[in-house]
């Protein structure tokens, strides 16, 4: 069973590295996303979408306002709120195998056989990261912090770096694993952020705009269509995310 | 290139050739001069290498007094250097106050404390062992601390979201992330540790190979002291070697 | 709780140590031989004002940095130069390279007794046997910054005309390399100086440290060592000026 997450008034500010000002990233977020629920969030470049998923992981402190999940306050990190980071940070020590094992092995837990079929990785097991094409690496980075089973995943820019075909490909790999575990609450509650409005509004049920620094939420989306969707059949939806983001 | 060099290139060929006829011409530019001098201020090559063969049990009785004392000043500047090391990199104040403290011993040349340490503790591998400590440690700790402060943030922060325990963090995240680094400075150490050894024995150690060489000037006997300079040298070579074929293992994950 | 000065948490536990020591010293031991063994900094301090004031540690500093600087030095003529060439000319260059990787294992103390067998006890023994650590670390460094020039760079000046390459080009390149490898072969010639002064015993901050056993008067040799610390450190510090000044582009 996944958890909600809520934010709630949320402020952060960060000292930026090499000037020392103080920066404004979050002005106020108010967001809820409900369990089971897949939403994107999507805004330019730099205005504060990486925060929200590091306050909501554990990995940062608000400087003001609540950041909540399952009704319980977000204190640190924890398995049960797991971060797929940009480029993957796949263990280059460790191989394929011993990357995705390493969340259960810590745990005392043994590995579902069946994800690694599942992300396209049988045969891969003894590799090292530095001999995976990019695809490959974030299927592992997925395949990794869907070993330890969390409540949320949290997805910073996953397929960002990708080129158009396995961004695709990976994105259908996504979709696949999460419609698997069943319906409603059974899924994992998920917050992509993404700059892809195209992915967005393949993947999720609702998209969030956040504006530029200092960020609020500027406007929400619902897509409300059945899956596998047609992108290009949500055009108009399409285009309305895309001036919203121009806009901030 | 220029025409004397590709000509001198296709003269000689590859860097095999060259490097073969480098060795030589030293070789015998060292019979040459020995022919000059009497055998017992410049003995050639040939003589070296009777007496490498005739006194080899000599040779390998200091080798392993060497080497003992080696390992065991290394094996304490790792054991007490990576774990400092990691409270350096772990502890900004720590870093601040020791590293400080570090900074000024690291300064005295570690050959420098021979003569407190012989008056402490007397001739012995005791000493010696100490005087290698000193060597390595520094290297040691300095690339180990710059490799655990490396290791990018995003596999720290990845480890504890997967649910690390301290142990697995730091055995199976901080040091392999750390390794590369680490390896330089054990690397360094090690060089570091045979020219403190040799140094330490030559003024105040019973036996080991700096000694005998030594004590073959003081007999007249530059034949042993080159038989032993070259024992010195293959044991640092080789264990060199060993070293970096272990550092390639271990690394071999790196792109 | 108020923010330590900066002063205090660098040097905060350094000087906690020294204090120890000497409240230690003058309290806990009541045995007179343990001055012997080890003296108090106090005694240390005194001990150098002394020596300074005569005149010895002065005498002593110039004696070891002279020979550092001139080992030093000739090393820095012969060793760049070699090592510039190595890298350049790939087949010279292993001609002359593969003897000094063959005798390059063996560390440079090893080859103290020689010298004093083929030069006897004086200043060009020292020199020799400096001048030879050191030149190891400096063709080394050399090798590897002449090598480590682009050849991108190289090929771009060519392009654009510029017949003088080696100087013109190169050069600046290599400079941060060589200037490292430069600092590295005065480290490692005050590294070697102390075993070369110890075994033949002529003047200087070894002898220094010597005579603080000889004379029992350990202070001395902490004299010595504290010294001889410092002309390194300085040394080095100055030569890393040199460096940043030098190399001021990159």
Redesign the interface.
């Known amino acids: 069973m996944s958890r909600d997450v809520t934010l709630a008034g949320v402020r952060h500010a960060f000292v930026e590295a090499g000037t020392g000002r103080r920066v404004d990233a979050l002005a106020g977020i108010d967001l809820t996303i409900a369990a089971g629920e897949l939403v994107a969030v999507v805004g330019p470049s730099g205005c504060g979408k990486t925060t929200i998923l590091h306050l909501v992981a554990g990995m940062l402190t608000a400087d003001a306002g609540e950041v909540r999940c399952g009704g319980t306050p977000v204190t640190g990190i924890g398995t049960d709120r797991v971060l797929v980071f940009q480029d993957g940070a796949l263990f280059p020590w460790l191989t394929v195998l011993e990357n995705i094992t390493f969340g259960p092995r810590a745990q005392g837990r043994p590995l579902d056989p069946a994800l690694l079929d599942a992300l396209g990785l049988t045969g891969a097991e003894a590799r090292y990261p530095k001999e995976l094409s990019g695809g490959m690496r974030q299927r592992v980075a997925l395949a990794r912090a869907l070993a330890v089973d969390p409540d949320v995943l949290l997805l910073d820019e996953p397929f960002g770096a990708l080129d158009a075909l396995s961004r695709e490909q990976l994105q259908g790999v996504l979709e696949d694993a999460w419609l698997r575990e069943g319906s409603g609450r059974a899924r994992k509650t998920m917050i992509l952020v993404t700059h892809s409005v195209e992915e967005a509004v393949r993947l999720a049920d609702r998209v969030v705009v956040v504006s530029p620094r200092p960020a609020v939420v500027r406007e929400v989306f619902v897509i409300d269509a059945p899956r596998p969707r047609d992108v290009t059949a949500l055009g108009e939806v399409r285009r309305a995310i895309g001036r919203a983001v121009r806009e901030g | 290139m220029s025409a004397t060099?590709r000509l001198?290139?296709a003269a000689?060929g590859?860097?095999?050739l060259?490097?073969?006829?480098?060795?030589a011409?030293?070789l015998a530019a060292w019979a040459l001069a020995a022919a000059r001098w009497p055998p017992h201020?410049?003995p050639g090559p040939d003589v070296v290498l009777r007496t490498v063969l005739d006194e080899r049990a000599l040779l390998l009785h200091n080798a392993a007094r060497t080497l003992w004392r080696v390992a065991l000043g290394y094996g304490a500047a790792v054991g007490i250097g990576l774990p400092l090391a990691g409270l350096l990199a772990g502890s900004p104040?720590a870093d601040?106050?020791?590293?400080?403290?570090l900074t000024?011993l690291r300064?005295?040349?570690?050959?420098?404390?021979?003569?407190?340490l012989?008056?402490?503790l007397g001739i012995g591998d005791g000493s010696a062992a100490i005087i290698v400590f000193l060597g390595a440690l520094f290297p040691i700790v300095r690339q180990a601390r710059a490799g655990f402060a490396a290791v990018p943030p995003a596999l720290l922060l990845a480890a504890r979201n997967l649910g690390a325990s301290p142990r697995i963090y730091w055995i199976d995240v901080v040091l392999p992330g750390a390794a590369p680094m680490v390896f330089s400075g054990l690397r360094l150490g090690w060089a570091l540790a045979?020219?403190s050894v040799?140094?330490a024995e030559?003024?105040g150690a019973d036996g080991g190979?700096?000694q005998m060489?030594?004590d073959?000037?003081n007999l007249?006997r530059?034949d042993l002291?080159?038989a032993?300079?070259?024992a010195?040298?293959?044991l640092?070579?080789a264990s060199?070697g060993l070293l970096t074929a272990a550092e390639r293992h271990t690394l071999r994950w790196r792109p | 709780m108020a923010p330590l000065s900066p002063a205090v948490?660098?040097?905060?536990?350094?000087a906690a140590?020294l204090g120890l020591w000497e409240l230690g010293g003058r309290t806990l031991v009541t045995d007179p031989r343990t001055a012997?063994?080890l003296p108090l900094p106090s005694t240390i301090a005194l001990a150098a004002a002394a020596l300074a004031r005569d005149g010895t540690l002065l005498a002593a500093i110039v004696r070891s940095a002279g020979r550092v600087a001139a080992g030093a030095g000739a090393a820095v003529l012969v060793g760049v130069p070699v090592g510039a060439v190595i890298a350049t000319?790939?087949?010279?260059?292993?001609?002359?390279?593969?003897?000094l990787r063959?005798?390059r294992?063996?560390?440079?103390?090893?080859?103290?007794?020689?010298t004093?067998?083929?030069f006897g006890v004086g200043e060009r023994q020292q020199l020799a046997i400096l001048a030879f650590a050191a030149l190891l670390v400096v063709v080394a460094g050399t090798t590897d910054a002449v090598a480590g020039v682009p050849p991108a760079l190289l090929s771009a000046a060519r392009n654009l005309g510029e017949r003088r390459l080696l100087l013109r080009v190169a050069v600046p390149a290599a400079l941060p390399g060589v200037a490292a490898a430069v600092r590295e072969g005065v480290g490692t010639a005050?590294?070697?100086?102390?075993?070369a002064e110890?075994?033949s015993a002529s003047e200087g901050l070894?002898v220094l440290?010597?005579e603080?056993?000889d004379l029992l008067e350990?202070a001395r040799?902490?004299v010595?060592?504290?010294a001889?610390?410092?002309c390194?450190?300085v040394t080095d510090l100055a030569l890393a000026a040199l460096q940043r000044r030098w190399t001021r582009w990159t």
């Open positions: 060099e001198a290139g000689l590859g860097r095999r060259p490097g073969a006829l480098g060795i011409a030293l201020v410049l104040l601040r106050q020791v590293g400080s403290l000024l300064a005295i040349p570690p050959f420098a404390w021979t003569p407190i012989l008056l402490w045979w020219m040799v140094a030559l003024v190979l700096g060489i030594l073959a000037r007249a530059p002291a080159i032993g300079m070259v010195i040298g293959a640092a070579a060199e | 948490t660098r040097w905060g536990l350094v140590l012997l063994f000319w790939p087949r010279l260059g292993a001609a002359l390279d593969a003897p063959l005798v294992p063996v560390p440079p103390v090893a080859w103290v007794p020689l004093l067998l083929w005050w590294f070697v100086l102390v075993a110890f075994v070894g440290i010597l603080g056993r350990p040799t902490f010595g060592m504290g001889l610390a410092a390194g450190a």
